[in-house]
């Protein structure tokens, strides 16, 4: 079991960097693109997001990683389509604070092109709050993989997935060798408080006037 966990545990960090960096990725697309300063694209972006907050993410997770086919790909997929409006939505609003100030307004007078100033002066405005996603959207990823494999959406049963060690725990509960199970769940746990905190801690540094909010 010990050895199972270790193996799980490799897994679920695997997954939740892949869907983090996904997820950033997305968001960090979308905030661009509301960042050019076009009204008709500002308010498809926020039609969108506002769409994606709106709808449960536990559906949508089931349903695109029953439609992908679980596995690997499909849990990051899964655990990324539900983080990235959040983020998104901080995103959009940075950039559009970003754009503005009077440095980003002399850049276009200037005869600068938005895209020039999008990617110049908006994305980079951006870098702490991106940085600080990318870590808080770690531990989500995990919990949604175990999530997704508990309910039987994930990873094959013969993975071992801290989600499919997990979904074997009424097996060993019943039997009496309910110890057995601790060590996932310690694991499980114990990445998502690590990862949550070092989280806080980096949007403390980066973001300070965002944390003494």
Request: hydrophobic letters at 55%.
């Amino acid at each position: 079991m010990f050895a199972r966990t270790l193996k799980g545990f490799a897994l679920s960090i695997g997954v939740g960097f892949c869907a983090s960096l996904l997820s950033v990725g997305i968001a960090v697309l979308v905030a661009g693109a509301s960042s050019l300063g076009l009204k008709p694209v500002d308010w498809a972006v926020s039609w969108i997001i506002n769409c994606f907050l709106g709808l449960p993410s536990i559906v949508l997770m089931l349903i695109l990683a029953f439609a992908i086919g679980g596995g690997f790909w499909g849990i990051v997929a899964a655990a990324a389509i539900s983080t990235w409006p959040s983020l998104a939505r901080i995103l959009q609003a940075q950039a559009l604070k970003v754009r503005s100030e009077g440095f980003v307004i002399d850049s276009l007078r200037r005869g600068r092109s938005r895209g020039w100033v999008a990617i110049n002066h908006v994305i980079p405005s951006l870098l702490p709050h991106i940085a600080v996603g990318l870590i808080v959207g770690f531990p989500h990823a995990i919990l949604h993989e175990a999530a997704l494999s508990f309910l039987g959406f994930g990873f094959d049963p013969a993975t071992p997935s801290l989600g499919i060690i997990l979904n074997e725990a009424p097996k060993y509960i019943t039997s009496g060798q309910w110890w057995l199970i601790l060590a996932p769940v310690v694991a499980l746990v114990g990445l998502a408080v690590l990862l949550d905190r070092l989280g806080n801690v980096v949007r403390a540094i980066m973001t300070p006037s965002t944390s003494q909010d």
